[in-house]
């Protein structure tokens, strides 16, 4: 890793030709190396001006004018990285943007790495890790979920939580410590019964967020959803219906598509990824057999599987419904299912209502499987579906502002973390000594430390911080 003594610069906002670009710089000489290459229209000293300040002038190249620019000096600890910070906001040619970084460096700036700014942020105690990593996630969101939930993050909810279970855990380990160089007067300074109180909450808190890593990761990722069905029921027809555009080539010949068709809309504020497959059915041809393998191989990936069926195919076969869904049952029993009697405009409102009727009481008795009625030609029930999707996802918790986990790295440390403090509540149950407690402990403290940062190695730095972008 580099050594954080060096002043760093970058750009911050993103490459390319437009309006305004910011040029980020931080660190020890970050402001007298933006002194040497800025001129103030008022003639100021900028590295006697006072911090959050901007200031209006030149980018000097000796003599040059390069740009006319806005100069905003943050003096540390009072900025985002907690050292000097200089930000100059120069117009968006991709050249001065150049010509600024370049004098820049000439003058004793070093090129960051992708996410310096942030880690120096760390390192300065200006946040957390788990904080550090909640920045990336927010660059990152493309819906109203994500955003939330690493808005949440960023503000330390998370870590918080975790700082708070690992201090009294803490607290109690020095008292058994502190048991431990008393042990010829068999002394003991941690209450039992009170640290039994505190492992049993822990592990609660811990189980809470553990299974709140399902939802988190689907409100970060997006909830990718396979639909699928026999040839020319429609699915293509629906895909374009949920986007509301032509995304898919519609035909009434069967088998049109031979490949996966995906894109991704939000509902409700989460994403879902759509993903349109080739009818199943036996067939002779090789491109259209590859593609009904494709299809199998998007269920196993989808968490809800779309299944469409004609309406009027189960008014005719009373019995196909229940064969072909408990044939996708068996297959995947844990999948959440939504059955659709796709052209249900072709079929009376009497037949309707009796299908419908049929069809709820079979469905309402199978777990994570629900039915609707709908026509993606003519858009009827489309939007009952978007709702009975968004029922698929655990949408109250982020409305209530839990704390969910959404980082597959935390998702690891806290599994570790409870496996800990199961040996922990073990070793209550069975009067061990405090000397034995006092290992279990230390692991789950450890486990906790990695969450937040508070043990931390280079590797560990390197491989969070490599995914960030340069300029953050």
Not at 26 to 44: L, M, N
Not at 57 to 76: A, S
Not at 188 to 211: C, G, S
Not at 231 to 237: E, F, I, L, Q, Y
């Amino acid at each position: 890793m580099m050594t954080h003594d060096q002043t760093i610069a970058a750009l911050a906002t993103p490459a390319g030709t437009g309006a305004i670009a910011v040029i980020r710089l931080s660190g020890t000489k970050a402001i007298s190396i933006a002194s040497e290459i800025f001129r103030s229209v008022s003639g100021k000293e900028l590295s006697l001006q006072p911090t959050h300040t901007v200031h209006l002038g030149n980018i000097m190249d000796g003599e040059r004018i390069v740009d006319e620019v806005l100069v905003t000096v943050f003096k540390g600890p009072n900025s985002y990285t907690g050292e000097d910070v200089v930000e100059i906001s120069c117009h968006g040619s991709h050249y001065i943007q150049q010509e600024i970084i370049q004098l820049a460096l000439k003058h004793g700036c070093r090129m960051a790495n992708a996410g310096e700014f942030t880690l120096r942020a760390f390192l300065n105690a200006k946040m957390d890790l788990s904080q550090a990593e909640a920045v990336a996630d927010l660059i990152a969101s493309d819906s109203a979920a994500s955003h939330q939930l690493a808005i949440q993050q960023m503000r330390g909810g998370f870590s918080s939580e975790i700082k708070k279970l690992r201090e009294e855990l803490l607290n109690f380990a020095s008292l058994i410590e502190l048991e431990l160089d008393f042990a010829e007067e068999d002394v003991e300074f941690a209450n039992r019964t009170e640290f039994q109180r505190l492992v049993n909450r822990i592990k609660h808190v811990l189980k809470r967020l553990i299974d709140s890593f399902a939802t988190g990761n689907v409100l970060k990722n997006g909830i990718p959803v396979a639909i699928v069905g026999e040839p020319n029921v429609g699915k293509s027809t629906l895909l374009n219906a949920l986007l509301n555009e032509d995304r898919a080539i519609v035909s009434d010949i069967a088998g049109t598509t031979r490949d996966t068709i995906e894109d991704e809309i939000s509902i409700g504020g989460v994403s879902f990824r759509f993903i349109d497959t080739a009818g199943i059915r036996d067939t002779q041809d090789t491109i259209e057999g590859l593609g009904i393998k494709k299809t199998f191989e998007k269920m196993d990936q989808a968490q809800v599987v779309v299944f469409l069926i004609e309406a009027e195919k189960l008014i005719r076969e009373e019995d196909f419904f229940k064969v072909e869904i408990e044939k996708i049952r068996n297959k995947y029993p844990q999948k959440a299912l939504l059955v659709i009697a796709n052209k249900a405009d072709r079929i009376s409102e009497d037949e309707r209502e009796q299908l419908k009727a049929e069809l709820e009481s079979y469905t309402t008795t199978k777990e994570k499987c629900g039915f609707l009625l709908l026509s993606a030609k003519t858009g009827m029930g489309v939007d009952s579906l978007k709702e009975a999707l968004l029922e698929y996802v655990n949408t109250g918790a982020l409305r209530n502002d839990e704390t969910i986990v959404t980082n597959s790295r935390h998702y690891d440390a806290l599994l570790k973390a409870l496996e800990e403090i199961d040996k922990v509540q073990a070793g209550l149950d069975s009067n061990l000594s405090g000397d034995l407690l006092a290992i279990d402990i230390r692991q789950a403290l450890y486990h906790f430390g990695e969450i937040t940062g508070e043990i931390s190695s280079d590797d560990l730095l390197g491989n969070i911080f490599a995914n960030f972008c340069i300029g953050k």
